[in-house]
């Protein structure tokens, strides 16, 4: 493991500057797709590094793409992209800490340290570029808690920004959740893939003391709602959960009238694509022939917000080796269960082979029983980790990098004649 002390030692001499810039990013969140002064901070920490650095035109995104010297014009090496999502929540910061947000937005799912570390990655590689076998892209993400700034970056030439297309992807996320550095993650579909479900009742609008002579929608939303709960049990797969949660529901303005509408919106959480078709084809059906049978019509749509997040398992395999030898096995965890929240790293994946790996950074003084979740406006995360996420990239790109480099005929033992 001698080869692998050396980024975990370096990445110790720069903790104390990326706790700085964390915390800096941490009083004042941004929230969606427009993070000026995150991306001035980004471009800030990045000034000074041996890259080739651009910014988005529709978002406030950073690229920033590292050479490595072990590659020629004509022997050009691969390409590896990390990533660090920069964006906060519109959430009221309860957690505590000296630095809290006081602006009414809040880094409640720790976007600050997958930039700093990030950032700690960039520093940590352009230290090492005389060894690197090919290029890595730094991307710098708004928007990842909606509307998404993912796909819109891919759009923008983020898989090609080297001039070659991406072979391999990482990104680390924090988690309040789980002990303080341990990484975690699973081969296959490990985040699940988020869907809108609209749905508006039409029924006939009346006055309440005579329902007979109108047709109520709010009875019928209410049954709508308890048979998408019946629907998932009866007509899904046990064995590729769906999770629907209605999680608005809108009808009427007085007690007393009934309204000509009523409307809801669900998340629709799925882990394969062959459930999304199947709830695509078989919602509508259920909830039309709800509301036909009360008299009402229903308009309803089935609105893809963002893909399943699926690791590939030889990346994963692979980043398990890297990670078991950084910091050894009791710290890299496999899961055995997929999470039910949803990621757009997904974008990136459904592209490019790679995986997508929480990292814990629980508080010691925080217990593992009842810890506030990633979201929480109580959640803090211990930023000593930042270290660990940063060397993690670094190590995860070098060894990829290494990995998927065609050797030279040189390194091959080849005498060319
Ligand atoms: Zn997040």
Redesign the pocket.
Known sequence: MCGTVGPVDDAALILDDLVALRRRLHQHPEVGLHLPQTQAAVLEALAGLPLEISTGAGLSSVVAVLRGDLQGPDLPGPTVLLRG?MDGLPVVEDSGEPFASTTGTMHA???DLHVAGLVGAARLLSARKAELAGNVVFMFQPG??GPGGALPMIEEGVLEAAGTPVDAAFGI?VTGLYDKGLFVSKPGPAWAGVNLLHVTVHGKGGHGSSPWMSVDPVTVAAEIVMALQSYTTRRINVFDPVVITVGELHAGTASNVIPSTARLTASVRTLSSASLKQLTLELPRLVQGISAAHGCTADVDVEPEYPVTVNDAGMWDHAKTVLTGMYGPDRVHERSEPIMGAEDFSYVLERVPGCFIQLGARPDDVPAEGAPS?HSAKVRFDDSVLGEQAAALAELAVATLTKLAVPSPQAAGVVRE
């Open positions: 999502d799912c720790g976007h990842e808690e996320h990633n």
